[in-house]
């Protein structure tokens, strides 16, 4: 005979809970699971819908290599023709850590330079009867309190 049932006002179900109070939008541009000493990238193959062969050449000569989907299974839904995970017009490329920091760190050491040439070329035109910049300080001194004149 068949066991018999509790009803449903009894009966308790296990549910995974997650807190409804906490909002996160989905991501647009799915990353695979982090790996030890590999930095991640999307790299445009398409603006405005025309291809853009120069700039992904330019990604190839600086070391990102394309993520093919074969390696990332959780990707493999972005497969492109030639097996590459892409998504509107960007590719995921890959490229070892210590390469993408030395290439981070260069274009860093560039972008200050930059921000120096610019400062210098500014404060050139500096003139001390009318400084560009003038240093603001403020004192502040104790005095003696009221009644201290003299009648």
């Not at 093919?68 to 890959?94: H, R, S, T």
């Not at 009318?130 to 403020?138: E, N, R, Y």
């Amino acid at each position: 005979m068949a066991d018999k049932q509790l009803p449903r006002e009894q009966s308790t179900r296990t549910k995974e809970s997650r807190d409804m109070n906490m909002y996160t939008p989905p991501s647009l541009l799915p990353f695979p699971d982090p790996e030890p000493g590999i930095a991640f990238r999307y790299v445009a193959t398409h603006v405005l819908g025309q291809a853009d062969p120069a700039n992904v050449s330019k990604r190839y000569r600086e070391g990102w290599q394309p993520c093919k989907a074969a390696d990332y299974p959780e990707l493999m839904l972005n497969a492109d023709a030639q097996g590459n995970i892409e998504i509107g017009g960007l590719m995921l490329c890959k490229m070892p850590l210590e390469q993408a920091r030395a290439r981070d760190e260069y274009y860093a050491n560039q972008a200050g330079a930059q921000m120096e040439s610019v400062d210098n070329h500014f404060m050139r035109n500096n003139d001390p009867r009318m400084p560009l910049f003038k240093d603001k300080t403020s004192t502040t001194t104790r005095g003696s309190g009221f009644g201290t004149g003299t009648k």
